[in-house]
């Protein structure tokens, strides 16, 4: 997770224009953590904690960086939780279901669009108000 970011932006970085905006794919256990997960936490935590400083670092430039941090989406990957699983996933989230990939997506368009042109260093939760910091 945060290594494989790490290269890309490094490659990427002599390349990007001024005013470019990178949107890093986060993960609420980044913020929060679990219990049967700790390397995949860490790894979306240091992710989350570069994005952050990163932002700082090449805001002169006008360069935007910002972390998108979904919950519990509908993907394939809990597409095969059994019945009572995936009700427990829906019943613990305050909006009462899961994610959809193109609520994450419309996030993401949102943060690489002009639209989001002052925001920068931001960790956008899209999880339904499971987690709330």
């Not at 699983?85 to 669009?113: D, H, Q």
Request: charged share 15%; net charge neutral; hydrophobic share 40%.
């Amino acid at each position: 997770n945060f290594t494989g970011s790490f290269l890309v932006w490094k490659a990427l970085s002599p390349h990007l224009t001024q005013n470019a905006s990178i949107v890093v794919l986060g993960s609420q256990l980044g913020i929060k953590g679990t219990a049967t997960g700790a390397d995949y936490s860490a790894s979306k935590g240091a992710l989350h904690s570069w994005a952050r400083s990163l932002a700082i670092d090449v805001a002169p430039s006008g360069q935007r960086v910002n972390v998108v941090a979904p919950g519990t989406i509908d993907t394939d990957l809990v597409a095969n939780d059994s019945p009572k699983k995936r009700t427990n996933r829906e019943e613990n989230i305050p909006m009462g279901r899961l994610g959809k990939p193109e609520e994450v997506a419309n996030v993401i368009s949102f943060l690489l669009s002009d639209d989001s042109s002052y925001i920068t260093g931001a960790i956008l939760h899209v999880n339904g108000g499971l987690y709330r910091p």
